[in-house]
Every structure is written in C-alpha cells, then in structure tokens.
C-alpha cells in the first residue's frame, strides 16, 4: 500500500479532512459573523499542518492539553468536532467548552482532557508544568501538550513555566506557533532574536524549529519530543513557523499594517495547499480523492451549522452556577481541645501535618518552605521531614510560578496547598489567581475545578515597613470565586485551614504575622477532629450599646480599646468575623437587633477597604435596625513606613478604636 513518510493513504487523507474542516470552518464562522449570528472568531487559517502534526501525537483523553485560542485544527484532530465549535462559535448551552460563557475559542473538553482555557495569554504555561509534575508524580507517562503564539513568549510566565520545567524534568511538550505577529506587532519589536536562541540557556530543554507549514516536518519534532517526554528525559519547546492568513481575530484588519506583498507571500506558503500537492505529486492522492474529501467537508459543515442555530441557548436562571461549587461551607464539628496551649503558627502547622496524614494528593510548597528551614515562619517545619520531598518543596523565588503550577495540579486532581511568603509579593500571581484560579469552575460550566489553598502571611504591627506589612484583604473580597479565611486566634486558625483543605473551592487563607506567636492569639489546641466551617462569626464580647465587627489583629485591638475606656462587661459586642467569604451577615443582623450602632473596624487602609463594603451592606439591607451613624475605622492611604513612630501614626491603634466607641457611644 502507498506510504508518504510512514503514513499510509488513510491516515494522510484523514489528516487532509482534518486540516480542510478547520479551513472551512473559519470561512463558514467568517459568514455567520457578517450574518450578526455571533460576535467574534479567532481563526487558526495558515496554522492548521503544524497543529494536525502536534495532535496526531497526543492522546486526546489519556495525555493532557493546553491549547490556545488559535488551537482549532489541534482540538479538531484531537476529538473536538466541528459541530463543537460551531456551538462555542454561537454561544450556546451544549457548547462543550464552557455552555457559552467564554468567548469562542477558549477551549476546554474534560473528556478529551482539554484544560479550560481563558484569555489572558501566557497563563495556561505554568498550569501546563504544574499538571505535568503531578503526572511525573504518578509516573504514568502520560505528557502534556501547551502552545501560544511566538508573541506571548514574552510574558514571564513563559519563562517561569520553561525554568520550572526543566528544573522538574517535566513532561510538558511547549508549541510556539510563529506566524510572525502578535496583532500587529511584528516579532522584529518583540523578541530579542528568536524564541529558539531565548530558550537556550535552559539545562534539560530539548529544541525544535521546524517549518510549520510542512505537516511531515513539524509531526517528525513532535514525535521525538513526546517519546523523549514519555521516557521521563524533560521537556520540550517545537517552534514552528507558520503563516496567519487571516487578520489577528473578525475585530481586525492586517491589511492596515502589512503589505499587500507581504500577505501574498503568506499565501505562498498556505499549509494546505503544500501538503495536497506533496500528496499528489507523490502519488498519494488522486483528483478525485480530493474532490471528493472537499464535498464532503463543505456540506458537513454547512449542515453542522444549521444544527448549530437549533441548539438552546443557556438558560438564563443558570447565569450565576458554578461560581462555587454547590456543596456548603461545611459544618461545625464538636470541639475537643488537647490539653496544651498552642500559638497560632504552631496550631497552622498541626493542620497542615494532620491533613497530609489524611489525604495523600495534598501537596505543600512555597519558597523556602522545606526542611530544615520549615518557612520563614516556621509554618511548615516538619513538614517536607515527614512526608518527603515529593509533597513537599521548595519553589522557585517565583509567586506567578507557585500560583500557575497549583492551578495545574489542582484541575488534574490534587489538593496544592500553597504559601506566598509575604501578601506583599502575591501581585505577581495576580494574573494566576484573578483570571483563572476564581473563575476556573465557572468558566468551565463546572467541568474543571480549582480547589487550592493560598496560605499567605498578611498584616502589620511588626517593623516591616511597606513591603512586609500589607493588608490586601479588600483585594479579595472583590474577586469571586475565592474564599476569604483570616483568623484571629490558635483554635480558629487550625479548625479553619482543616476546613480549607476539604472544601472544594479555592480558598485564600490569610494568617496576620503579628499574631503567629502571639500569647493572646494562642489557645488550648483543638484535636485533630475539629472543623471550623466558613461564614460563621464568632462573638468575642457581648453587649447591648454598640457592635463592632472586626478580623485577624483588630480583635484583640478592639477588645483593648474596650478596656481602655473601662467600658462594663455588657456594653460593647465584639464579633470576629473569621472569614471574609463568605461574611456572617446572619450574626451581624442579629446583633444590630440588639445594639442598633455598629463599628467596622479593619487594618487595610481605609478607601474602598474592606469594610467599606461591610457598611454600604449594612446600610442597604438593615437600614431599619440603625439608631446612629454606620462608621469604619480603619489605617491611613498611606503605605507603611518603617520608622516605628511613623508606623503606628499609619495604621490603625488602639486609641483610634477607642475615640470611635467614644463618639458613637454619645450618639
Ligand atoms: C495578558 C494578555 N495581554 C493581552 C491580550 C490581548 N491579546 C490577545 S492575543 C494577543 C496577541 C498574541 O499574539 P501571539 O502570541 O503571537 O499569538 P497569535 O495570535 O499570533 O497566534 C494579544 C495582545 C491578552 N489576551 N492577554
Ligand atoms: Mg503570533
């Protein structure tokens, strides 16, 4: 039988309807736009024998991937149908890749283990390494396939994922598809050189630069590359250079910032042109072979689309599933305390110990985390000693990179629970958590979860000036899709992060360094059966004159600033929210009932803090139960210096507490 390169005549026909059904969808999805039937496409026209060539290697369900939204002929030829896109393309219900919340080509299929992708380029790369690692873990063999455009290599979340992987041995297989631009940015302004000579200096990083619009070429440099993965020898970067024959996406015209020559000399090297005159010149194909395969995509399409338009939409009283999963914050267990005193970072540790113990996909790592050191809080001593090195490390000096490769682990089924050394440096991560760590469950329709821990030492008090004692609670709260814990206390901490590591949506758990060892924050240690569920406030004093709502290091200030005015035992009730999200606006309404003041008392500095939201809340809802004034009281707009009289004017003191009870007493 007639072979070309090893490949028999089926196979090199099925590939040519593959790569043909992608070119025609992008025509086909092109018309539909002009027709208002959807509003936006990415077309992959001119990509399609380097993506055909990359998917015939993977095993679309067994291994991994991480396509981009330029990805169509890949997902196409790794089970995704045109039938799929056609649904993501309208937005509707059936749409495979998010049931019409993302914009098209933002693919995800559980089945096919298709990662659900979003928009923020550069992202799904430390995602990619951080599910790799967990497949090295299982040594299942089983490899990853990540790609983007030459243009997103300039994010740093390209070379943190290249450093972490090589470090890792990774089996994690990158494409860079270089058609050239990036929108309109030539790479001339993007890359100093090319991506291949970029990636050189990394040590067990096997490179490819291939021509990607020949499918034999850039198929032989995915073979090598994910059999040297599968043997457990690193990874891999394939550059493939390829031609964008459509404008970057339907909101762009590349006719206003390239030449008419230079887009003729794309269509020079249109992929698929190449590969059917290869085959017929070799004697593959026949005329009719071809004529043939062409009726038959066109018409398929066109019937695919018009079965398309039939679908439902979503129905709208879905629009807000999924932005947690359905399951409650859990439920109080019976406290039975163990007989010692414990400080707040030694009862974080015991949870973090008893949790391993428990659940064997838990993972730990932050940077410096491991033995001997143990963090830089001591946190997690002990930790990597008793559980070894594999669920417990150190990372790169990298918090995008710590964040990005949890993402990664937690869709591919384990729990990461990680720690961000100082709040102060978690805005690199940012991207990581805003953008896919929140929205992972939604965006996906509830197909791809992201149940990971961010432990993240928060909080002033300690001389460390601006960069070591941020409050970023306010941050946070604005995002949702993520649960808030901040503890005030030993007993509340352990029973809140046991909690955390059960529940199955990402939880940001911010522990105030200036309580870790506190002797007022430290209590008789729970064992190791307690659970504390989120959104349950925790009455620290009561009182029938005013309420104040507090968290983390305010409570005890508060309760000072009560003793300092030498107020009676029944006077003012202090409630300790202990998390953030979800708020215990059950408690608060109660003890408005009763005091009808109310006092919000926050660290992070006042405008548009955190309390902030609490008071318009209160307002709005028990407007009714007021008989004064909803105030906040909270640190200075002022980042945080390091002189220790010039620290305690910027954030909030005692005293400041005690004249707000003071003026809203007298109200
Ligand atoms: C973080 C981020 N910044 C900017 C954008 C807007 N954007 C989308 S695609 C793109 C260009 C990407 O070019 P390249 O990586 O070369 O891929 P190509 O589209 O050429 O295939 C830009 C700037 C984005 N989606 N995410
Ligand atoms: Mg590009």
Redesign the pocket.
């Known amino acids: 039988m007639a072979r070309l390169n090893g490949f028999t005549k089926q196979q090199l026909l099925d590939v040519y309807r593959i790569m043909l059904s992608a070119r025609v969808l992008d025509k086909k999805i092109l018309i539909m736009l002009k027709q208002n039937k959807g509003f936006f496409h990415?077309g992959c026209s001119g990509?399609e024998a380097a993506q055909a060539a990359a998917a015939l290697t993977i095993n679309g369900g067994r291994d991994w991937s991480y396509p981009?939204?330029?990805d169509g002929a890949y997902t196409l030829a790794l089970g995704m149908t045109p039938r799929d896109h056609l649904l993501a393309f309208l937005g509707k219900a059936a749409d495979p890749n998010s049931g019409g919340r993302q914009m098209p080509m933002h693919y995800g299929n559980k089945s096919l283990r298709i990662v659900s992708q979003s928009?923020?380029?550069?992202?799904q790369y430390l995602q990619s390494v951080g599910c790799a690692m967990t497949r090295k873990l299982e040594k299942n063999k089983e490899v990853v396939y990540v790609s983007?455009?030459?243009?997103?290599?300039s994010?740093g979340d390209f070379h943190e994922a290249l450093n972490w992987a090589c470090i890792e041995k990774a089996p994690v297989i990158f494409h860079i598809?270089?058609?050239?631009?990036?929108?309109s940015?030539h790479?001339s302004e993007?890359t100093a050189g090319s991506v291949y000579s970029l990636a050189s200096g990394y040590e067990n990083l096997s490179r490819y630069e291939v021509d990607g619009t020949n499918f034999f070429e850039t198929n032989l440099a995915f073979k090598q590359a994910v059999e040297r993965a599968r043997r457990g020898k690193g990874p891999s970067i394939i550059i493939s250079n390829v031609v964008?024959l459509l404008p970057?996406?339907s909101s762009d015209d590349q006719r206003k910032y390239r030449t008419p020559e230079d887009l003729e000399k794309d269509l020079q090297r249109d992929p698929i042109l190449l590969f059917k005159n290869n085959c017929v010149n070799e004697n593959i194909f026949t005329d009719n072979d071809i004529v043939k395969i062409e009726k038959q995509v066109n018409k398929k399409i066109d019937e695919d689309a018009i079965w398309a338009e039939d679908q439902d939409h979503p129905d709208v009283d879905t629009a807000l599933n999924y932005v947690y999963s359905e399951e409650n914050t859990g439920t109080e267990t019976k406290l039975v305390n163990k007989s010692e005193n414990i400080v707040m970072v030694d009862a974080i540790n015991h949870a973090l110990h008893e949790e391993m113990a428990k659940n064997e996909k838990m993972i730990i790592y932050g940077e410096d985390i491991a033995d001997p050191k143990g963090g830089v809080f001591t946190a997690t001593k002990g930790l990597s000693s008793a559980f070894g090195k594999e669920r417990v490390f150190n990372s790169p000096l990298a918090e995008s990179s710590i964040v990005g490769t949890a993402v990664g682990m937690a869709v591919a089924g384990y729990k990461p629970v990680i720690e961000i050394q100082f709040a102060d440096y978690i805005w690199t991560a940012m991207?990581q958590i805003r953008n896919e760590v929140s929205v992972m469950r939604y965006r996906s329709n509830n197909d791809w979860i992201c149940p990971l821990i961010i432990r993240v030492p928060v909080g002033g008090y300690i001389h460390g000036a601006l960069c070591h004692s941020q409050s970023i609670d306010g941050y946070f709260m604005h995002m949702p899709g993520i649960y808030i814990a901040y503890p005030s206390n030993a007993k509340d901490a352990k029973g809140l992060l046991k909690m955390a590591c059960r529940m199955n949506d990402p939880v940001i758990f911010m522990e105030h360094k200036g309580l870790y060892r506190q002797p007022y924050a430290s209590t008789e240690e729970p064992n190791e059966d307690y659970l504390l569920p989120f959104g349950k406030a925790n009455y620290v004093a009561q009182g029938e004159d005013l309420t104040i709502i507090c968290w983390g290091a305010m409570v005890q200030k508060s309760i000072d600033a009560i003793q300092e005015l030498g107020l009676g035992e029944d006077s003012v009730e202090v409630i300790d929210l202990r998390t953030l999200n979800p708020i215990d606006y059950e408690t608060i309404e109660h003890s408005l009932s009763k005091t009808g003041k109310i006092l919000v008392v926050y660290e992070d500095n006042l405008t548009n803090g955190p309390g902030s939201e609490i008071c318009s809340v209160i307002t709005d809802k028990y407007f009714d139960l007021l008989d004064g004034p909803v105030r906040r009281i909270a640190s200075k707009d002022s980042p945080i210096p390091y002189n220790w009289f010039l620290e305690e004017k910027v954030l909030i003191q005692v005293e400041d507490i005690a004249s707000a009870i003071n003026d809203l007493l007298e109200y």
């Open positions: 990415m990509h981009y939204y330029r928009s923020a380029t550069g992202t983007s455009g030459e243009g997103t290599t994010q598809q270089d058609n050239e631009y990036a929108i940015t790479k993007q964008r970057h996406s991207m």
